[in-house]
């Protein structure tokens, strides 16, 4: 008989992500003595804690003021409407919390495993932590296979990466025209890049991408599958007399 398989007790969706960081320091307190956690985990937890509730408000705080300040932005420059001057929204900004060291999510996985190896450790105490499910793998940089996403606007192409668990965030790369190798266009960090380059020439163009994974400002594991996008736009223009310098972007470590 084939063995079931657990989903993994940490889930990808964010609000869920919220919600067990806001219990997990409470509930390893509430059973510091069945585990023997010391006073130093402890406090790693509830600092860890602090540390991913606090990016996640402030990621949002930010969201809201860009959507805020674009609604405000098209009021102020396009709006025909006639009235008096109006305040622009104002982001809210969080106090930070203690510093922690980079790496939270594979640091606290790392934990989790090592906890279950406790004596004191219970199924009880697994449903209070909200472990219950299979352990998160670790990363693999030599099985790891990036995953890269992408749409057309009518402003240019959209590039993206799937976050998943580990990833800071990803490169892009790009190949067009007649060149044959991709090259390095942009660093992200969540979220997509807008590549808006005019076409090489008239009519619409076909571009190539591929994304790599970024842990820690290094590439890890293998490209993304090539995928093509294809936008119009004007074709690049310099009138004589333009001093048109180009600025390379800083590239992670191979």
């Known amino acids: 008989m084939a063995r079931s398989l657990k989903k993994p007790w940490w889930s990808l969706l964010i609000p869920k992500q919220i919600t067990w960081w806001k219990n997990y320091p409470k509930a390893l307190e509430k059973y510091q003595d069945e585990l023997e956690v010391t006073d130093d985990e402890l406090k790693q937890a509830q600092d860890d804690s602090a540390m991913f509730l606090y990016c996640y408000a402030q990621n949002a705080n ?3 003021y860009k959507e805020s300040f674009m609604v405000y932005l098209k009021d102020v420059i396009y709006s ?3 009235g008096g001057e109006e305040a622009s ?8 919390p203690t510093l922690v060291k980079k790496g939270i ?5 790392k934990y989790i495993k090592m906890l279950r190896t406790r004596k004191g450790f219970t199924s009880t105490i697994a449903v209070a932590l909200k472990v219950v499910g299979e352990d998160i793998a670790p990363f693999n ?14 402003d240019g192409n959209l590039i993206g990466y799937v976050i998943g668990t580990y990833l800071d965030g990803a490169g892009i790369f790009r190949q067009r025209g007649d060149d044959p190798e991709f090259h390095f ?5 969540g979220g997509f890049y807008l590549d808006d380059e005019p076409n090489l020439e008239v009519g619409p163009e076909t571009r190539q991408y591929h994304v790599r994974g970024i842990i820690n400002n290094e590439y890890v594991g293998f490209p993304s599958k090539p995928f093509s996008l294809t936008w119009t736009s004007p074709p690049p223009t310099l009138d004589a007399g333009d001093d048109k310098t180009e600025i390379k972007a800083e590239e992670p470590k191979a």
């Open 62 to 64: 930010t969201i809201s």
């Open 89 to 96: 929204p104002n982001l809210t900004v969080l106090a930070k």
């Open 80 to 82: 025909k409407k006639k």
């Open 185 to 189: 266009i942009k660093s992200i960090f």
């Open 105 to 109: 999510m594979p640091r606290t996985f």
């Open 141 to 154: 940089g030599d099985t790891f296979v990036a995953q890269g996403k992408g749409k057309t606007t009518h």
